[in-house]
């Protein structure tokens, strides 16, 4: 079956640095989504994607972070200087379009981020 | 804006016990409601969907009925077992539109732990 996989499943790194966190999406899909789980907290939307382009973020992701979709394949999150506060789980999720009707948005298994 | 508010947990429970975890949600118009479930070591998967009042979704012996007088969403199994340890979501999406994908508002989770 075919699944969402997000790459590395943790990543440890100094307050500061930039992380690029990266993720496959199902092949046929055409949504992409990042969502982050800070521990003990809710799962919070962050960003979705769609033809190339931000179709809707939230508050959190202000101008520290920003998406791509460098190749047919991969979809990444870089974090451009990171702060404690974004220690969290961050989990990748892709949908198909259907113009009117139910769609399921397929999540990996998340990279916990954790900045020191 | 929306929210959803669920049984915080963790809930620990025999084999073969009934499961209850109460959800209830706050959004304008009628928003399509969904319960996840997230493995050990996996992504959150769909476990079942309504998407409008009075609906019940239902999946491997799970059920949920979608509440509109009392906004709630509230997760059923009458026989648990020890592979349904797991954490459960409940998450919302607002009213389907078309040519839109919705961002899904989850709730903190619920950790569930089935004892033989």
């Known amino acids: 079956e075919p699944e969402v996989t997000q790459t590395p499943s943790h990543q440890v790194t100094q307050m500061g640095q930039e992380v690029i966190l990266r993720c496959v999406p199902i092949?046929?899909?055409?949504?992409f989504y990042w969502y982050r789980q800070i521990l003990g907290q809710k799962v919070e939307f962050l960003v979705s994607f769609y033809n190339n382009e931000i179709s809707e973020k939230s508050e959190i992701f202000d101008d520290q972070f920003s998406v791509e979709r460098p190749d047919g394949s991969n979809f990444t999150l870089k974090i451009r200087s990171t702060k404690l506060e974004d220690s969290a789980m961050y989990f990748c999720?892709?949908?198909?379009?259907?113009?009117?009707?139910?769609?399921?948005?397929?999540f990996g298994p998340g990279t916990r981020l954790t900045v020191t | 804006g929306d929210s959803v508010t669920q049984m915080e947990g963790p809930v620990t429970l025999s084999e073969e016990a009934f499961l209850t975890i109460n959800c209830t949600y706050t959004a304008t118009g009628y928003p399509s409601l969904f319960w996840y479930v997230q493995y050990p070591g996996e992504g959150l998967q769909l476990l079942l969907k309504a998407t409008k009042a009075d609906d019940k979704g239902s999946n491997k012996g799970f059920e949920a009925t979608y509440r509109k007088e009392t906004t709630s969403f509230h997760l059923e199994k009458g026989s648990v077992q020890v592979s349904d340890s797991a954490v459960y979501f409940c998450?919302?999406?607002?009213?389907?539109?078309?040519?839109?994908?919705?961002?899904?508002?989850f709730g903190k989770g619920t950790l569930l732990t089935v004892n033989p």
């Open positions: 092949s046929n899909h055409l949504y």
């Open positions: 999720a892709s949908s198909e379009a259907f113009p009117r009707g139910f769609y399921e948005q397929y």
């Open positions: 998450a919302l999406s607002p009213s389907l539109g078309g040519g839109s994908n919705y961002k899904l508002t």
